[in-house]
């Protein structure tokens, strides 16, 4: 039998339904308000170096061909504290034309997950407080 699925297969159906992980990025509230332009590209940096720094693991393919699926949160400076803290494999995202401040953070995708992470706020416009 082959290892390669046929996308839109049932194969494929039942792969995607058994693989629940799930890639957080978190970005820093303070940043959006401040530098909202920056911080949005910091998202996109999260994803791109997720992919960069994690391509060939076993974990992350798996994700990347199963599941992909994302969690885009909000955080403010007490959550952020946490966030940084935590012992989960991530990468802090930095803004070098802002002396390297942080920006977001990119954690890679598990299945489990740190119950402070069920509370942080989905990123939505909605959701955000800037002071334009």
């Known amino acids: 039998m082959s290892s390669t699925l046929i996308v839109g297969s049932k194969e ?3 792969n995607m339904k058994k693989n629940q992980d799930r890639m957080y990025i978190v970005v820093r509230e303070k940043a959006l308000n ?5 911080a949005i ?3 996109a940096h999260a994803s791109a170096a997720a992919c960069l720094d994690w391509k060939n693991d076993f974990e992350f393919d798996a994700w990347a061909y199963d599941s992909f699926r994302k969690c ?6 007490k959550e952020w504290a946490k966030l940084k803290g935590l012992e989960i ?6 803004e070098s034309a802002l002396d390297d401040k942080e920006m977001s953070i990119v954690f890679k995708p598990r299945a489990e997950w740190p ?18």
């Open 34 to 38: 401040e530098h909202f332009e920056l």
């Open 115 to 132: 119950k402070m992470m069920k509370f942080l706020r989905l990123f939505s416009m909605k959701n955000l407080n800037l002071e334009w």
């Open 72 to 77: 885009l949160c909000l955080a403010n400076e």
């Open 41 to 43: 590209l910091s998202i």
């Open 89 to 94: 494999e991530k990468r802090v995202m930095t």
């Open 12 to 14: 494929m159906e039942n």
